[in-house]
């Protein structure tokens, strides 16, 4: 592994079923993030991490759980899929939060279609 | 309300010079990012101004004024894979990044 995985690639669900989206990153670092990425917005975070064990509510959190096991894997669940989670969702790690640069590495990205 | 402004699109000519503006309102500023967002690819780092003026990296520049809450990113001898969106980001005083929502920059022969 080489970076920031995310796992499934692209997923379609029925409305009211339950999904977690995997991120794995190699990079050992300590902050990881989650994004919903939508046509005409910005990026919009909906939850985060300083490190393991910690997590805290972004911007759009409803709807969405996350966990930090471990420092490698921040997986996001959805409990119940609603249309409205229907979008590209991308795990991002960085060094460190709160200092530095803070520069945020990205995986590839999951498409997700809730029908 | 945190607000990161820039154009939807632009339209450039191969071999050319194009400019990307961005203007920003935030709750504190820890540094500005730019990102690029090639078609159905996650973003990638481009680079990080925190200080005013301008910061050169190869064919890319990025210019950034504190006091007029204001960025722009320089880009010369545009070349065909440069097409992609262009995401300007602010980190506020929170350390959260605040997005804005990209231009798309299109290339043309």
């Known amino acids: 592994i080489a970076g920031i995985t995310q796992a499934p690639t692209s997923q379609i669900l029925a409305a009211g079923r339950r999904m977690t989206l995997r991120c794995t990153q190699d990079?050992?670092?300590?902050?990881m993030y989650w994004y919903r990425q939508d046509l005409g917005l910005g990026l919009r975070l909906i939850h985060y991490?300083?490190?393991?064990?910690?997590?805290g509510k972004g911007e759009v959190p409803d709807g969405y759980s996350v966990s930090r096991a471990n420092t490698d894997d921040f997986p996001l669940t959805l409990a119940s899929a609603v249309p409205s989670q229907t979008s590209v969702y991308f795990c991002?790690?960085?060094?460190?939060?709160?200092?530095?640069?803070?520069?945020?590495?990205f995986g590839p990205g999951t498409r997700l279609t809730v029908l | 309300g945190q607000n990161i402004d820039q154009p939807t699109e632009m339209t450039a000519t191969e071999g050319a010079i194009v400019q990307i503006n961005c203007t920003y309102q935030?709750?504190?500023?820890?540094?500005l990012f730019w990102y690029q967002q090639h078609a159905g690819e996650a973003p990638t780092f481009l680079s990080y101004?925190?200080l005013d003026g301008l910061e050169e990296k190869g064919r890319f520049s990025s210019f950034l004024s504190r006091s007029k809450g204001y960025s722009y990113l320089l880009l010369k001898e545009l070349q065909m894979k440069d097409s992609a969106s262009y995401l300007c980001?602010?980190?506020?005083?929170?350390?959260?990044?605040?997005w804005g929502a990209g231009t798309k920059l299109i290339i043309k022969p």
């Open positions: 991002a790690s960085s060094d460190s939060r709160g200092a530095g640069t803070d520069t945020q590495y």
């Open positions: 990079m050992r670092h300590n902050a």
């Open positions: 991490s300083n490190t393991a064990g910690t997590t």
């Open positions: 935030t709750s504190g500023f820890n540094g």
């Open positions: 101004n925190v």
């Open positions: 980001a602010v980190l506020d005083s929170n350390y959260q990044l605040i």
